[in-house]
């Protein structure tokens, strides 16, 4: 429809009141129009002109205040716990986890009779005495059990089967989804630790780089340093999907992208307290003139 109500005055003034609440335009010798659309659909509008010496337009702010979200929200979110309350949690975990088959026996045994929590080494012996019962009867004593009695019976073992069956997804599904959220709150708990120790690492590594090469500005140190910088972040991606598939142990993933540049850091640091030529051109030059010298006497 358009801008239906437009204001035009010679003169205003914007300001606030002390509370920061409300906004006022403080206009000043001024018309206000107001168009309206007519109910019946016709063409023809009503147009309202109104003339002003002074008028506060007023403007609620009351939308454009910082409100802070309640903490309840995100208290029980990962990111936001410390090591102790992880370390709760990833016990409470484990302690589910070593309950997890009772549960199952629980489920399955009002409707299995041969179920056995302890040890499944007892089942076929049981099935054979079933078996013996079942031939100890003569066939024509099945003959005058009814058809609707049979019916009935096979109704009912599927009704149990289908709610065992049922009660055991659950279950599975229950399992499945705690053992993503033990995955992530162990791989949380050591990222409390290599992050920081990632930190000092850098460190370790950049602090000889800076020693070693001496080409000055920021062109080969800066490409150098990015390059570490991404083959940790690289290698840190890497092992945090290994560990949250469940490929590796979770320290091992998460700590791989450390432990592996970390003996490079303890060999910049050798070379450069020997005053090493490691990134100079000069020094591979040379050693390329001895190598082709070794084949020419060759």
Known sequence: MGNDKVTLAKEG???????KAYMIFRLKDGWRYEEYTNKDGSEKNEQVRMYFKKWDKVFDLS???LQRTNQDLFKNAYQMMNVKQLSYEIDSADR????VPDKIYGYISPYVSLADKDSTKKLPGK????????????????????DSLRIRVLQLASSHARSSKNLVEVTVS??????????TYK??????FTLSFACVLLFLIGAPLGAIIRKGGLGMPLVVAIGFF????????????LARTGAVETWIGMWMATAMLLPIAFILIQQARNDSQVFSKEWYMRIWSKVAALFKKS
Request: charged share 25%; no cysteine; net charge positive.
């Open 230 to 241: 991404v083959v940790f972040h690289i290698m840190s991606i890497t092992g945090e999907k």
């Open 96 to 99: 589910y986890r070593s309950k």
């Open 187 to 192: 791989i949380e708990w050591h990222r409390k």
């Open 174 to 183: 229950d399992i499945s989804i705690r053992q993503m959220n033990y995955a």
């Open 127 to 146: 099935i054979a005495a079933v078996k013996s019962v079942l031939h100890t009867y003569d066939s024509s004593f099945l003959s005058v059990v009814p």
């Open 63 to 65: 939308s454009f205040k």
């Open 13 to 19: 003034e914007m300001i606030s009141t002390p509370d």
